[in-house]
């Protein structure tokens, strides 16, 4: 929640901060939901923060996000993009709106993309989670989130001994509940599944590729 609400952990300051007594959610100025992409060969991460909901269409927002204005330059040239991701949230492997979605992305950009989700119980090996939301973590402990600004401030400025630097945009867009995806959308999913372990791993081609 964005406010002048407690958030764990200490700071150093000569007059502390006076912080409310309770989290209620109508105290608050609006939420905050940090969706990130981290590329390990780079060291880099890039977070988009909703102010709607988690869902599977912010997932691959950030994801279209940070291919325009990194990824592309970044891997100019290269028609093939990984995506290693958990196994449940907003990019559910289950989820038939994160593949839908992913299919958008892939025809938009004449992208192959391939995903492996780590199975359940598994997230504690995602680098995402100890080499890019930890450091954000650490980074900000201690101080009251209490606006969208600060938040991106905090994710901006987090880096580590390692060379790790981090971008952040706000992303106000709506993304509402409870979308369903029909039968015939989910029939139009160029998805070819992997031999083994297929329900975690798979590969979304361009409709184009597929004609041809």
Same mark, same amino acid.
């Given at each position: 929640?964005?406010? @002048? ?28 939901? %940090?969706?990130?992409?981290?590329? &390990? ?68 950009? =004449? ?7 780590? @199975? ?17 973590? =650490? ?36 993304? @509402? ?6 039968? =015939? ?7 070819? %599944?992997?031999?083994?372990? &297929? ?6 081609? &361009? ?6």
């Amino acid at each position: 929640m964005v406010g @002048p609400f407690r958030n764990a952990g200490r700071t150093w300051r000569q007059q502390p901060l006076a912080v409310l007594a309770t989290d209620f959610p109508s105290d608050a100025d609006g939420k905050a939901i %940090p969706y990130g992409i981290y590329a &390990p060969q780079r060291n880099a991460g890039y977070v988009i923060v909703g102010t709607s909901h988690e869902t599977a269409e912010v997932a691959v927002a950030a994801i279209r996000s940070w291919w325009i204005r990194l990824g592309r330059r970044y891997y100019a040239g290269h028609h093939y993009l990984l995506i290693e991701a958990d196994g449940g949230g907003a990019n559910s492997c289950r989820s038939w709106l994160w593949k839908t979605c992913l299919q958008a992305l892939a025809d938009e950009f =004449q992208l192959t993309i391939t995903v492996t989700h780590l @199975p359940p119980g598994a997230l504690k090996w995602n680098p995402i989670e100890h080499r890019l939301f930890g450091v954000i973590t =650490q980074n900000w402990a201690g101080q009251p989130l209490v606006s969208y600004e600060t938040i991106l401030k905090f994710i901006r400025t987090t880096t580590t001994e390692t060379g790790l630097s981090c971008r952040a945009v706000l992303d106000r867009r709506d993304y @509402p509940t409870g979308r369903k995806i029909p039968a =015939q959308e989910k029939a139009l999913v160029n998805l070819v %599944p992997y031999r083994l372990f &297929p329900q975690w791993n798979y590969t979304i081609k &361009p409709h184009s590729e597929a004609r041809e």
